[in-house]
C-alpha cells in the first residue's frame, strides 16, 4: 500500500488553533462573570433604591394624598421597612432588659424614637418618607439588630420571651377591659350634676308651697285614672328628667294626647320632686298621676320574695363588698337590681287593680309613633305583647338560664326566642287569669341561691310569661341605642319606639352622640330651672 506524504506544517495549524479556542473560552468565561456581577450589582440598586424612582415618577401625585397607612402596608415603602425594623427592636428592647443589657436597650429605644417620629413627620405632612431621611435610620437600627443578634439572642429565646410577654399583655387587657367596664359602669349609674340640681329646686318648690300638695291629693281621686276607655301607660323611675322625656315624646306623637294617663310610681326620695314636676308643667292636657312606692303598704317581705331577697345581707354584700370577684360581670353589679322600682313590672295588676290593659314602658325610651294602637291589637289570649330579639342567635332562652339544671331543662325549650322589656302591652285580665305574678314568685323562691340565673328582671320574666307572650312587629320597638353604635337609620327611623338600653344614656356625657338629639328633643331646655341648671 503507498503510504500518503508527511505534512509538516498540519501540527503548526493545530497548535494554533487550540490557543485561538482556548481564548475565546476564557473570553466567554470573563463576560458570564461580568453579566453575572453586574446582574447582582443591580439587584442590590433594586433592593437599596426600591421606591426611589417611582417616587420620582409619581412625587406629585403621592404627595397631596398621603395615606400612611396605605404607605405602611406597601411592601416597597420606606415607611414599611422602617415600621418592620421597628417591631423586631421593640422585641429586642425587653430580651436586652431581661438580659440587663440596658446600654444595648437604650440604643434601640433611641433608635425606635427616631422611627416614630419620622413616621409621624410624615403623617402629619402627607409626605412620602425619602431615601435621605429613612437610610440613616434603616442603617443604624440594622447594625443595632445584628448587634443584638450576636448578643446570643438566638429565636428560641426571642419567641419564648415573647411568648410570655404576649400572655402577659393578654392578662393586662383582660384586666383593663373589666377596668373600663366597671367605670362605664360608674359612670352611668351616677347621676349628672345639672339634674341634681333640677331636683334640688323642684324638691324646695314642692317643700316651700302647700298649694302643690293640695293639688296632688285632688287628683288622687280622679275617675280618670280608673276608666278602661282611656289609654293607661306605667313607668317605675327615680329619674325626673328621663320620665319627663317618655310622656312629652309619647304625648308629641299620639292623636289624642288628652286621652292619654300616665301612671308613675318613683321613691320617696323622689316622689316630691317628681310631683312638682308634672303638677307644674302640661303635657297636652294629659293626666300624670305620681305615686309613692312607700304607699303600696301590700307590697311588703310576707308577700314578695323580691322583697326578702333584697333586704338579705348576702345580697348587699353581692353589691357593695363583692368588686373583687372578677367573675361577675360589672353591669350584674348595678344598683337598679336592688331597687324594688326595677321589680314593680310584675305587680302591675296589683298597683292598678281596676285597669284592663297597660303599656308598660321603660324610662330609658323615646316614643316616635302614636301607641294607642297597641291597645286595639289582638294578643291572642297572651298576657304579654313584646318584641322578640332572637333574630341574632344569642338572644333565646338559653343565654338566660341555666340548663343545666332540671328544673330549668325539663320545662322550657333552650331554643325559645327571647323577648325585650322597655315597651310591653299587658292584658291585665289575662294576667290575673294566669296569675303570673305567682309564677314570678315560684321562680324568685327556686333561685334564691343565684343557680337557675343571675341577676336582672328579664330572666324571671322569661320564666313567668313562658308561653304567655304575643310576639310583636319588630318596629315597635328597636333596642341597642345606649351600646350599639351602627343600629341602621332607616329601623330608627320606621320604630315606634327606640330603646336606650345600655350604659350610654343620652343624658349622660358618653351618651352615642349620634342618637342624642332622638331624646333631646323631647327635653324641654327652654324651662328657666333648665337654663340655670345648664349653667352650674
Not at 289609654?231 to 328621663?242: G, K, Q, R, V
Not at 332562652?397 to 341555666?402: A, P, T
Request: hydrophobic share 40%.
Amino acid at each position: 500500500m503507498r503510504r500518503r506524504a508527511v505534512i509538516i506544517g498540519r501540527p503548526v495549524r493545530r497548535r494554533l488553533k487550540c490557543w485561538i479556542c482556548s481564548l475565546l473560552g476564557i473570553f466567554l468565561i470573563a463576560g458570564f462573570i461580568l453579566f453575572v456581577v453586574h446582574h447582582h450589582h443591580d439587584q442590590e440598586d433594586y433592593v437599596e433604591l426600591p421606591i426611589l424612582e417611582r417616587e420620582s415618577r409619581n412625587e406629585e401625585v403621592v404627595r397631596e394624598h398621603l395615606n400612611l397607612t396605605q404607605e405602611i402596608s406597601s411592601a416597597y415603602s420606606y415607611a414599611r421597612q422602617l415600621a418592620e425594623q421597628m417591631t423586631l427592636a421593640k422585641a429586642y428592647v425587653v430580651i436586652a432588659k431581661e438580659h440587663n443589657n440596658l446600654h444595648l436597650a437604650w440604643e434601640l429605644s433611641s433608635k425606635i424614637r427616631s422611627c416614630q417620629f419620622l413616621l409621624s413627620k410624615a403623617a402629619m405632612k402627607e409626605e412620602p418618607i425619602s431615601l435621605n431621611e429613612a437610610e440613616p435610620i434603616i442603617q443604624s437600627l440594622s447594625s443595632l439588630i445584628f448587634k443584638a443578634q450576636d448578643a446570643h439572642y438566638d429565636i428560641a429565646t426571642t419567641m419564648m420571651t415573647m411568648k410570655s410577654h404576649v400572655q402577659a399583655l393578654e392578662e393586662r387587657a383582660n384586666s383593663t377591659s373589666v377596668q373600663s367596664m366597671m367605670f362605664g359602669q360608674l359612670t352611668a349609674e351616677s347621676l349628672p350634676k345639672n339634674l341634681h340640681c333640677l331636683e334640688i329646686k323642684l324638691m324646695a318648690d314642692w317643700l316651700a308651697k302647700k298649694s302643690l300638695q293640695d293639688f296632688a291629693d285632688e287628683r288622687k281621686n280622679s275617675l280618670r285614672l280608673v276608666d278602661n276607655n282611656l289609654y293607661h301607660f306605667c313607668i317605675f323611675s327615680d329619674n325626673l328628667l328621663a320620665v319627663s322625656a317618655v310622656i312629652n315624646s309619647t304625648v308629641c306623637n299620639a292623636g289624642h294626647p288628652k286621652q292619654l294617663i300616665f301612671h308613675i310610681v318613683t321613691d320617696a326620695i323622689h316622689y316630691g320632686m317628681m310631683q312638682a314636676w308634672f303638677l307644674n308643667n302640661d303635657f297636652k292636657s294629659s293626666t300624670v298621676e305620681v305615686q309613692n312606692i312607700e304607699d303600696l303598704t301590700w307590697l311588703n317581705s310576707s308577700y314578695s320574695p323580691a322583697i326578702r331577697q333584697l333586704r338579705e345581707v348576702d345580697s348587699r354584700k353581692y353589691y357593695f363588698d363583692g368588686s373583687q370577684d372578677t367573675s361577675i360581670e360589672p353591669k350584674f353589679r348595678n344598683p337598679k337590681y336592688i331597687s324594688l322600682l326595677n321589680h314593680l313590672r310584675f305587680y302591675v295588676p296589683e298597683i292598678y287593680p281596676q285597669l284592663e290593659k297597660i303599656v308598660f314602658l321603660d324610662d330609658d325610651v323615646v316614643v316616635q309613633k302614636d301607641l294607642t294602637l297597641l291597645f286595639s291589637l289582638d294578643l291572642h289570649g297572651n298576657v304579654n305583647g313584646a318584641v322578640e330579639t332572637c333574630l341574632e342567635a344569642f338572644h333565646r332562652y338559653y343565654k338566660y338560664l341555666n340548663f343545666s339544671d332540671p328544673l330549668i331543662s325539663s320545662r322550657f325549650d333552650p331554643q325559645a326566642c327571647g323577648w325585650a322589656f322597655g315597651m310591653n302591652i299587658f292584658d291585665l285580665m289575662a294576667w290575673r287569669k294566669a296569675n303570673v305574678t305567682a309564677r314570678y314568685h315560684y321562680w324568685l323562691e327556686q333561685n334564691a341561691d343565684r343557680a337557675l340565673w343571675k341577676l336582672g328582671t328579664l330572666p324571671p320574666g322569661l320564666l313567668a310569661f313562658y308561653g304567655l307572650t304575643e310576639p310583636l312587629d319588630r318596629r315597635w320597638h328597636v333596642l341597642g341605642l345606649g351600646y350599639d353604635l351602627n343600629v341602621d337609620s332607616r329601623l330608627i327611623e320606621s320604630a315606634a319606639v327606640i330603646h336606650f338600653n345600655g350604659n350610654m344614656k343620652p343624658w349622660l356625657k358618653l351618651g352615642v352622640t349620634r342618637y342624642r338629639p332622638l331624646w333631646e328633643r323631647y327635653v324641654n331646655q327652654t324651662h328657666p330651672y333648665l337654663r340655670d341648671c345648664a349653667t352650674h
